[in-house]
Structure formats: structure tokens, C-alpha cells
């Protein structure tokens, strides 16, 4: 059990530009989580996946945001057209969901530059 | 509307003391959990402390315990004997569970200070 991995660490883009980030969680986790966190705040949700299936994407998100769990394994989160706002680091967490005290282990996550 | 409310943006303490972290929560749900997590300057996020709605007793973890006082919607953690590297930013989270929607969702987070 090597925890979840993000990848990349950073990303650098120019504005306009498509992103997409990596997420492998621990192997036997049914839950993925996607969060963004800005400097100085709270994780802020983006969205939440029970195996393959995506529970609920937030409301706070644009439709240039989208993320997959094909096979109910790793997961991706794709920005298009990114614009200087979305800059921040991007938080992936596995979880698995018994009960309710399920804990979220967390990647090391994606910091993401929009220049 | 803010569900996980954490007034205290920054906290100063003297190592050694003991401290206590903030938060009130929201909702209509009667089962719902309670998360502390820690972030450290290095940017991970540790698991620290559960409490459920239907605990009777009040969650501990070695130093950490978490004072929860269900009518005032109230999860406060308690930091016993700080130190020096217990400074870092403290999220408090919450997951309610009686509808579909049971994702969980976290404060704007406290940032503690401890002083040698």
C-alpha cells in the first residue's frame, strides 16, 4: 500500500490551455474524492465518486471541469480552457465507505499554475 | 450557506498549553459525522480525530479530544500539552448521512501557532 498518488506534482500553463490530472487511490478504497484548496483556506469540494460512479459534481464548478473513474480505479480531472482563477492546488482523497467514520486519505496533490 | 463555520483564523499558544480549536457546524440530519484533519506546512492532510452524531462519549486520540456538545452544534478540538509541532492549519469536517448526499465537506480551517 503505497497511499494515494497524484500526478504531476505541478503543472504550469498559459491560459486557454487543457489540463489533466492523475489520481490513483489505495487499491481497495470504493470512495474518490476531487477537492481544490487556495492558500489559506479549507479543501473546497469538487466533486465525489463511489466506485466508477459519480455521486455528485459541485454546483460551484463549470462545465469546463470534468472528472472520470473508468473501472472504478484511478481517476482524472480535466480543465478546459483554463483561466488564471483556477489556480490552486488540487487535492485527491480515497476513503473506503462502511461506515460513517470513513477517514479520507489524502494524495500529496496537484499545484496548479495558470499563467 | 457556510455549513462548517471556524472562527478563529489564527491562534497563538505556548507550548506545553493546551489549546482549543473552534467549530460549529449546520444541519438538519440527525446522523451526521464529525472529522478533525491537520495540515502541516508540508501540505498533507492527516486524519486526526471522529466523532458520530450517536456517540455518547466524547472522541479521544492520545493528545487530541474532540468536545462535542450536540445542541449547541459544536464539535471543538482539544490540543492537551502542545508542542512544537503541532503547528499547523486544523480543518474541521462533517459528512451527513440520512439523504443521498453524504460527501464530506470542510471549514475554512484554523491556523495554530505554537511558541516556544
Known sequence: DTGVSQNPRHKITKRGQNVTFRCDPISEHNRLYWYRQTLGQGPEFLTYFQNEAQLEKSRLLSDRFSAERPKGSFSTLEIQRTEQGDSAMYLCASSLRIQMDEKLFFGSGTQLSVL | ?116
Open chain 2, 1 to 116: 450557506a457556510q455549513k462548517i463555520t471556524q472562527t478563529q483564523p489564527g491562534m497563538f499558544v505556548q507550548e506545553k498549553e493546551a489549546v482549543t480549536l473552534d467549530c460549529t457546524y449546520d444541519t438538519s440530519d440527525q446522523s451526521y459525522g464529525l472529522f478533525w484533519y491537520k495540515q502541516p506546512s508540508s501540505g498533507e492532510m492527516i486524519f486526526l480525530i471522529y466523532q458520530g452524531s450517536y456517540d455518547e462519549q466524547n472522541a479521544t486520540e492520545g493528545r487530541y479530544s474532540l468536545n462535542f456538545q450536540k445542541a449547541r452544534k459544536s464539535a471543538n478540538l482539544v490540543i492537551s500539552a502542545s508542542q512544537l509541532g503541532d503547528s499547523a492549519m486544523y480543518f474541521c469536517a462533517m459528512r451527513e448521512a440520512q439523504n443521498r448526499d453524504d460527501k464530506i465537506i470542510f471549514g475554512k480551517g484554523t491556523r495554530l501557532h505554537i511558541l516556544p
